[in-house]
């Protein structure tokens, strides 16, 4: 019969103490510590198993690159950098509600034929079913398995010995021989790393589901993400339709690559073409809209700035801004009205970012001052021209990186004309798309005002 006892285990990092403490000496949070009942049985985590081992020499290891086996939706694989790795452990995070269930049993479906097993701790097997009745794969060898007991999904695996096993989610997850409950610190942490063992000795490739806590990290300790191969991040508005899968940790591939995906009523459906989504073509001439040729990783796409100026209601101006950093947007006006002379300090100066998204590319501050400045004069600003450069805190238009793919997006989007900064050296002209360069904001004002 194990004894138990009890520890305080940081829920942040995992750091154990045999007392209460504040503030965890390990990862400096505070309020962190739980009680957790340990068996004093050793877990079976992957530690133990290192008696069979022994050290290869590297000219002597024989990979094979292509041992990877897709998931059946490209978006995916290319963001994995062609397919899953086998015996890789890839967990996915996320916000609730954003779709993390419905990619991973897209995932299930999308290859007919694959024996995979998809343990739900969260929904019944009836609620899984419901739910791949919208979905557009078919796949007869797709296991549904309702269950939160760790020993009894390892016993399953062996008997149905799947091609990919998908977990959701690791939180709900639990080992008998922890006392602890399901999603503390230690659950988490073991059942990750049997899950780990099982991974590598089938070769089987696992996708952990991980939820988010409220400040946007991932639930549990980050232990969790050592652990595992490749992180992956579910990214959107809730209220919008467009998610963005991004890598935040690959060990089998770059973290520069994307996936944008739009939520619809048949599930998750793959945006190749996100330029197209994110401006609209058909719009009148307003003014206070711009487009951005902005990157995110590695991927070029063009977006909509939309600014509205007006005159402030109460006493203090509001400055407010989705999907762009407010202390950036604030420190825009600052230069605005120091270095071009724009009185917005009286003026209510709202920004938005088309579709929803997060763009966190400095070269979208050249279309973020250009729609304030637009709607500022109320002067539209052709919707032929697209904006990429930083500005800084002296008013000087700044070169950004890669600006080569957003040129050549801007072109390809039928652009006629892109705003850069005049620092960048030897641009290469593309036909059709007329090259502007400004060295300050009083360039970019004679540029588009004048
Ligand atoms: P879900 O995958 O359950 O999110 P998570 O597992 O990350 O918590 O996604 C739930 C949301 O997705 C839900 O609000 C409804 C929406 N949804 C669709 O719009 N279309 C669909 O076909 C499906 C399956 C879900
Ligand atoms: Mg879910």
């Not at 097993?117 to 078919?138: D, H, I, M, N, P």
Request: proline residues 4%; glycine residues 10%; neutral net charge.
């Amino acid at each position: 019969m194990a004894k138990s006892k009890s520890v305080y285990v940081c829920q942040n990092c995992g750091a154990e103490s045999p007392k209460w403490i504040g503030h965890c000496p390990a990862c400096g949070e505070w309020n962190s510590y739980r009680e957790e009942i340990v068996s004093s049985t050793p877990p079976s985590g992957i530690s133990r198993d290192i008696t069979r081992r022994k050290p290869e020499l590297l000219s002597g290891i024989e990979v094979n690159e292509n041992d990877r086996i897709t998931s059946g939706i490209s978006e995916t694989d290319r963001i994995l950098g062609g397919g899953m790795v086998k015996g890789s452990l890839i967990l996915m995070g996320g916000e609730p509600g954003i779709g993390k269930s419905t990619l991973a049993l897209q995932i299930a479906l999308a290859t007919q034929g694959r024996t995979v097993l998809y343990v739900s701790g969260e929904e019944s097997e009836g609620q899984v079913k419901l739910r791949a009745g919208r979905l557009e794969g078919r796949n007869e060898r797709c296991f549904i398995f309702n269950e939160t007991d760790l020993d009894s999904v390892l016993t399953q695996t062996e008997a149905i010995k799947p091609e990919l096993l998908i977990i959701d989610s690791i939180q709900t997850l639990s080992s008998s021989l922890l006392e602890s409950s399901a999603g503390s610190v230690t659950q988490v942490r073991e059942c990750a790393a049997r899950m780990l063992r099982y991974a590598k000795e089938s070769g089987v490739p696992v996708i952990l589901i991980g939820h988010i806590t409220k400040d946007g990290t991932l639930a549990g300790p980050k232990v969790l993400e050592h652990i595992v191969d490749v992180v992956l991040q579910f990214e959107g508005d809730g209220n919008y339709v467009f998610r963005i899968l991004r890598p935040v940790k690959n060990r089998f591939g770059s973290t520069a690559e994307i996936g944008i995906f739009e939520m619809g009523p048949k599930g998750l459906r793959e945006v190749t073409d996100p330029s197209e989504l994110f401006i609209r073509r058909d719009r009148d001439k307003a003014s206070g809209v711009t487009i951005a040729a902005t990157v995110d990783g590695v991927r070029p796409f063009l977006i909509e700035t939309q600014s509205l100026v007006s005159s402030a209601v109460y006493g203090t101006p509001q400055r407010s801004s989705t999907g762009f950093d407010t202390r950036r947007l604030n420190m825009l006006l600052a230069v605005l009205e120091k270095r071009a002379g724009f009185r917005l300090g009286t003026r209510d100066v709202f920004l938005n970012i088309a579709g929803g998204l997060k763009v966190s590319d400095p070269a979208i501050d050249l279309a973020v001052v250009a729609a304030v400045l637009s709607s500022n004069l109320d002067i539209p600003v052709d919707h032929h021209i697209a904006l990429a450069a930083e500005v800084s805190l002296s008013g000087e238009i700044r070169p950004v990186a890669r600006l080569e793919q957003r040129i050549t997006e801007a072109a390809r989007m039928g652009f006629s004309e892109i705003v850069i900064s005049g620092f960048h050296r030897d641009t290469r002209e593309v036909p059709g798309l007329k090259i502007s360069k400004v060295y300050k904001i009083e360039g970019l004002v004679r540029l588009l005002f004048s």
